[in-house]
């Protein structure tokens, strides 16, 4: 797979179709898209693995040249859909979020290896466990009150991230802010779900933010994780329907279907390598 | 039709129910509530108008001292749904919901009296009054350069709306920001749409924040006008998703139909005195 | 919590709601509905428990005369919200939809008490009983071929759910056709998801059904069964957006999230018991 | 622009892009995709016409040979997006979609030309006129009366719609069933609005029946027209939620907002040329 953006001019297709022609491949989804505003190309080029009698490494070296001759601003990457793509996970208190990630993969609807599922509270271990993956157990002090501490459990989780290279961070309803450090580090892999719809509602308890709003809708956002909170580029976002019917505790548990579907639809398009991020926004493709 | 809010009690919806059951009344639609948060019961009661022999202000008198019953600070009114209700409505330059509303009232749909179409523009004066409702042009000087010319600008709108006591104003779309005094005059009556789904992108061209912020839907937002820009308490609102391949432009024809039918359904909503506000919030039965 | 249907007249809500308040009882909610088509009234009130001084037993004797002074049509039923629920879930191969009610009762979302899970497969035993449930394999011969198998293979899983008297039987993707007698022993009990908008693809492979008809939405009904397959009374609906490059298999994985919300949704109506039927149809307060 | 449809090998993507690099053309928007069912591939691509120095004929006569080198089966069009396009509205009572229409084009948002409107009632002719668009009434028999006149009454029709060689026949709630022959004369240029979720409620009083089976949900489906009633290949479609509250009448007033909207976004697929046709299903880039 191929995903690359560059400054748009006449040709980019054709360029890289007649490559790709020349080599045999069999595109089965081709998505392109010129942003108006920015004059920025983009396209995402999924080819039958079984057209190409190349590996990955060997594609990468082939099409450098022709990302370069579209001019030196160009980003690209080549990604081996064959790969298993790997996930660790950060879970705090809540389980919902969990439940329906573990579920997807165990159905077999989400194929991904979940290498470790990490939390600040030990309640999930049993679920993680039982599906036979490993959970560890970071200790934070309690809030604004022990930076030291905070930074040190940080880079607990840090070194038990890194040593499974995901292909992903999912922040399951991790409710710590990260360091500026590990946004960077983890930068375009770092997912968030927010339960609200952003931007409203950034930071902490959101719908109760809504509740005293009076909103009629409550929804949740998938984001890449950024250093300012809540605010990186946005994935994926849905709403429900709520009335003055609906508690504060109405609309958290009816937020959490909704939580859940944006989080794994989120997590799918960026497994699948369809979302390129472009400054603040993103392209879904 | 009855609509009470008062602090909650056992026995309230019997003193009500039995009141009415006295005098007949066959309730069509009954509607209760109570907000947990601040113990307080709201009901709104259709009784069918030819089970009571009563006129809406002989109701009024008999029903007075039963609400007084319920507690000092209880609220209620009672409006006569046979009467035909009157809407004023304040345009600029944008057709969307002037048409569609005005398309509604021709085709039976919204059974309300048009008094009047005030426009800081004249652009849209052809087609009011095609449907046979006079259209009056305020000039507004250019924004932010003459105060005084504004509030001379609103003096005449007012004289114009409070000349058909209105059972609603309705800001479908009108650019300017209603000075305070006009806010408390149509307290409960002033009905704007908004662009966005508030609170996301309060104030000018929320289409271009969106954009921006590179979200994935895009809503609208009826609210009450009172004097803090765009926080009034919310009627109704809805969303509608959009992508990356979806320009400002875009983004602006697709808000266009949210914003017509929540406004329609909000305005509706007001007029069948389904709306019961509370604080900034609404209980909409 | 009463629930009462009769023929609509002046005065039921009186009748009610004075019967509660001579108890002293504090409505939380109530809802009233009078279908025009039919002239019936349709009743649902939520008392606080500790506003009472009755076990439900004895508020059933006291409301039994005054529901009979409501006519001799009149239904009704008294439940006990204190009293946990009892479920028995029947499952095929297809996972989903049981491990997304297992998390929501291991995540206190639903407040039930899962008593057995019953499957024609075993595939899904060991996800059951890591949540501390039994699961039950019920084999059932290949389809049309031995009538008497699988009556008796109906007969066992009869047993096993009856077993437990549970207040809900649901067929959470359960791929065989309940026998006549069995949807009358659980008439208004037995709850199915079938995956599609009913009552569009009724019965087998409805995406594919959906698929070949090229529609741009599909969706999953949550129903009660009746002898009519696909057919009985629907408690809760919804869809979600398709288009042209989702295949067979992207439309099943899309609906799956469909099926789980409005499973869950549909069951916790009837199992709150807001869910009042009226021939094929609904009322869900 | 070019729309295209072949059965798909490798390289045609660079065929066509080639094609269009070589002459210069910068690609505004390109689409593609692949039916894995029937190994069809389809594209459309549109360029900005001022980067083409040539007209839309002489664009057809050079890429006539480019098609034909991708098979015998390649279907393929050009259209000028600089040409405004025509069309003919069919009506009867229902005001609704027709209002919906001419505020479309009358504030701008739909650029086409309405050349006329032909209802075979009189009553949508004065908001018609006030647009300054021609209405010609039709008169029908009474349904199943008179045959022939039915179809000289269709005779008209035709004339009128074929002297304006329109882009798009528009049937905005006709409620006519159009004989065979002029199915076939406007195959994939007639456009319907069925008010409901098709495949369900096929035919007359669609409301009627969705109240009847008791659907939490109602819809609207703009089609082409076919010679099967209500079963031609489906463009668009959407769903709003309706309840037990609501009566016929409201189903039929909540879904009139589905049916403006669906038919608007169908209508201008249709007319940007986005919508390709592959047996009784559709690609809608």
């Known amino acids: 797979m191929i995903s690359l953006g560059c400054p748009d001019r006449t040709g980019i297709v054709a360029t890289i179709a007649g490559f790709l022609a020349e080599l045999g ?6 998505s392109y898209h010129t942003d108006p505003d920015t004059n920025w190309f983009f396209t995402r080029q ?34 081996d859909t064959g790969e298993r793509q790997r996930v660790v996970i950060l879970v705090s208190k809540a389980a919902h979020c969990l439940y329906d990630l573990l579920g997807r993969v165990a159905a077999g609807e989400l194929d991904v290896e979940v290498c470790a599922v990490i939390g ?21 002090p309690k809030a604004g009150t022990d930076e030291t501490a905070r930074l040190a459990a940080f880079d607990e989780i840090r070194k038990i991230v890194d040593s499974h290279d995901p292909h992903a961070v999912v922040l399951a309803r991790f409710m710590q802010v990260l360091p500026m450090e590990l946004c960077a580090a983890w930068a375009g892999r770092a997912i968030n779900i927010h339960h609200s719809f952003l931007p409203s509602f950034v930071g902490a308890r959101p719908y109760h933010q809504a509740h005293t709003r009076g909103v009629k809708l409550v929804g949740a956002t998938c984001h890449y994780v950024t250093a300012e909170l809540d605010a990186g580029p946005i994935i994926e976002q849905d709403v429900i329907r709520v009335d003055h019917t609906d508690s504060i505790d109405d609309m958290v548990r009816k937020g959490r279907d909704i939580e859940k579907v944006v989080l794994a639809r989120g997590l799918r398009s960026h497994l699948e390598d369809r979302v390129l991020m472009h400054g603040n926004r993103t392209v879904v493709f």
């Open 25 to 30: 491949g069999w595109i089965v989804e081709a």
């Open 46 to 79: 999924e080819v039958r693995v079984d057209s190409l009698e190349l590996t990955a490494d060997e594609l990468r070296e082939r099409f450098a040249p022709v990302a370069a001759s579209l001019g030196e601003r160009t980003e690209w990457r080549i990604s």
């Open 120 to 140: 600040n509270h030990d309640g999930l271990a049993a679920v993680t466990q039982a599906h036979g993956i490993p959970f560890h157990h970071v200790r934070f």
